[in-house]
């Protein structure tokens, strides 16, 4: 994993050019930017064989990076897992500074619904709160509750709902707009 | 809408009279001692008056029947049992040939059709054992496509006169249709009867919507939408089907939202920074703060006279309920059983306040008085939660979702003493209900 991961930085290096076109977050193509790959139009020289992903592009940050951070039942507070999740996301970010991003923050479905939007919207705080501490600009980022309403594992028992009280920053080209 | 137009031109008059007779020992039900052997009546099927009144009078005795069977608290004796028929709509009736068959209560009626589309419904209510009837006659008329509502109203005529409460029948349920997997569900805002009748959508599922409610005038409804990517409170007009937006905190996600007893004055929960408070929004304001803490602070509900609201905090540590000014100020805690408290709601009747209570892993609706005393839990499952009064505080309607991969929520509804557990049947899986007042 690691060496296919450097692999695609000094491909995207080669592909400098491209990874950083600012066409891609031009406004008459919103949806530039937010698909694997969506960066690499126009590179597809030959170089790249392996399917890597650019260390620059969203997916790298979902899959490689991870996109979520999980909470214990009831908390909002970071364990160290999610603390070197964020740290990660946050030098991304800095990195990648086109990109903006929308924290989700979600509950499992033990609760009621008006307070799992509370408790939603309390750990999207907390992960933002964490990624502005490390160095992101808060104008970067913005916050949603889904509360319960969108789990993304169905069965009832805890091995989904620890999965489902989760923090989730979802990459976005351009600015952020309500 | 259509269903709120054949309300405005429903009229009602008293008929003549019938003989009285004095009455000892009249028929009554005490909602509030355990009823648990419900009263029987018969229910002739109405008199059509007119040539094409039969279907009406067929459907609207039906309606009858199953508004106060649905209570739990009725049981109507087969029409085949009968000794003797009812053939002539008339203000008195030979008691005998009905205590001979054991009924408690006899209702008769009859259906016209008039030549403008309209219906009139008459009925009489007896006392049989008594031998005497049990209050007025009345006529009713309204559009035929109010037929249901004017079966409504006689039923809670009947119950009215026999349990000394209020009706609750002629009513409606704003509510959340639900379709799709549990990972991916659409939601669209929907109204419908009381008994889950007349179904009609007000959004479609583009967007998610959450937790409605009725004004205290049944005409418009609040709720929560992710109509801009961020929940957000709104309010409907139901019969335009209109929307406007309400002026909320910047940089604040809104939800909760509630009507103050005056229809106007609203209040809600942002989430600013994480930290979610309740505000109020009154006519010509901006919006309010009403408390002011690093806790959650959500699910608010009026006092029916407006001068208090009751809500849920965590700022013990974990979800209980309190009551505070309606200007804000200090919080009384009125909640100390074991386990997390949400959701309270105000009975209209003022005397008590429902709740979703979370214990050892299952849920509850609950009832306790408003100092928190005498609580008691009416219904348990994997998850209940969110109870709204019926108008006459005596039965509470919530959602129950099943528990897995395929769970799916339903409407339940509960009398206020625990008994007569019932589904609200639904065309598709649905949450949130939330219970109008008494229609006009």
């Given at each position: 994993m690691r060496i296919i991961g450097k692999l695609g930085l000094v491909l995207c290096v080669a592909a400098v050019a491209a990874c950083s076109n600012p066409n891609r977050f031009g406004a008459g193509d919103p949806g530039a930017g937010t698909g694997a790959g969506t960066g690499m139009a126009g590179v597809n020289d030959g170089a790249i064989t392996q399917g890597a992903l650019d260390p620059s592009s969203p997916a790298y940050f979902n899959e490689t990076i991870g996109d979520r951070v999980l909470f214990a039942v009831d908390q909002s507070t970071l364990g160290d897992a999610a603390r070197q999740t964020l740290i990660a996301q946050a030098n991304w970010l800095t990195q990648n500074p086109s990109y903006t991003a929308i924290i989700e923050g979600h509950a499992d479905e033990q609760g009621t619904r008006e307070y799992n939007l509370a408790l939603g919207a309390r750990r999207a705080a907390s992960a933002r709160d964490f990624l502005v501490s490390q160095g992101v600009a808060s104008s970067r980022l913005r916050t949603v509750t889904y509360g319960k309403e969108r789990p993304i594992e169905v069965c009832s028992t805890e091995a989904c709902y620890a999965q489902n009280r989760r923090a989730v920053t979802v990459i976005a080209a351009g600015g952020l707009t309500s | 809408m259509k269903f709120l137009r054949g309300l405005a031109t429903m009229a009602l008059a008293l008929l003549p009279m019938a003989p009285a007779t004095a009455q000892d020992g009249p028929l009554r039900i005490e909602i509030t001692e355990g009823v648990i052997e419900p009263l029987p009546f018969a229910l002739p099927t109405l008199i059509a008056e007119t040539p094409d009144a039969q279907q009406w009078a067929e459907r609207i005795t039906q309606v009858i029947a199953d508004d106060l069977t649905g209570t739990g608290l009725f049981r109507r004796i087969p029409q085949d049992a009968f000794v003797s028929q009812i053939t002539e709509f008339t203000?008195?009736?030979?008691y005998a040939n009905w205590k001979a068959i054991n009924a408690q209560a006899l209702i008769t009626g009859a259906v016209a059709t008039g030549a403008d589309g309209s219906l009139t419904v008459k009925f009489r209510l007896f006392d049989v054992f008594s031998e005497a009837p049990l209050g007025e006659g009345l006529s009713l008329s309204g559009s035929q496509q109010s037929w249901r509502r004017l079966a409504h109203r006689v039923a809670d005529q009947v119950y009215s006169r026999i349990t000394g409460e209020s009706g609750y029948f002629d009513s409606r349920v704003v509510f959340v249709s639900e379709q799709g997997p549990k990972n991916d569900r659409q939601k669209r805002l929907a109204v419908m009867d009381y008994d889950g009748a007349n179904v009609q959508y007000l959004t479609d599922s583009s967007s998610l919507v959450l937790a409605p409610r009725f004004s205290p005038t049944g005409d418009r409804v609040l709720y929560t939408s992710y109509q801009s990517g961020f929940p957000r409170i709104y309010e409907m007009n139901v019969g335009s089907v209109s929307q406007r937006s309400l002026q909320v905190p910047a940089e604040s996600m809104t939800f909760a939202p509630r009507y103050a007893p005056d229809g106007q004055t609203i209040v809600f929960s942002a989430s600013i920074n994480g930290n979610t408070d309740i505000y109020r929004l009154r006519p010509g304001g901006g919006p309010e703060q009403l408390t002011n803490a690093p806790s959650i602070e959500t699910a608010p509900s009026y006092s029916p006279d407006g001068s208090q609201i009751v809500f849920e905090s965590d700022r013990s540590g974990s979800p209980q309920l309190y009551i505070m000014p309606s200007n804000g100020g200090e919080a009384r805690r009125i909640s100390f059983g074991a386990g997390r408290y949400g959701t309270p709601v105000w009975s209209p009747r003022g005397d008590l306040i429902a709740f979703t209570k979370q214990n050892e892993g299952r849920f509850h609706i609950g009832v306790m008085r408003t100092d928190g005393s005498e609580e008691r839990l009416l219904t348990a499952s994997f998850l209940d939660e969110g109870p709204t009064w019926a108008p006459n505080g005596r039965v509470l309607m919530f959602t129950r979702e099943s528990a897995g991969a395929g769970g799916q929520p339903a409407l339940y509804s509960v009398d206020v003493s625990g008994r007569n557990l019932r589904r609200v049947e639904t065309p598709a899986a649905a949450s949130d209900p939330a219970w109008s007042p008494l229609l006009p």
């Open positions: - | 203000p008195s009736v030979n």
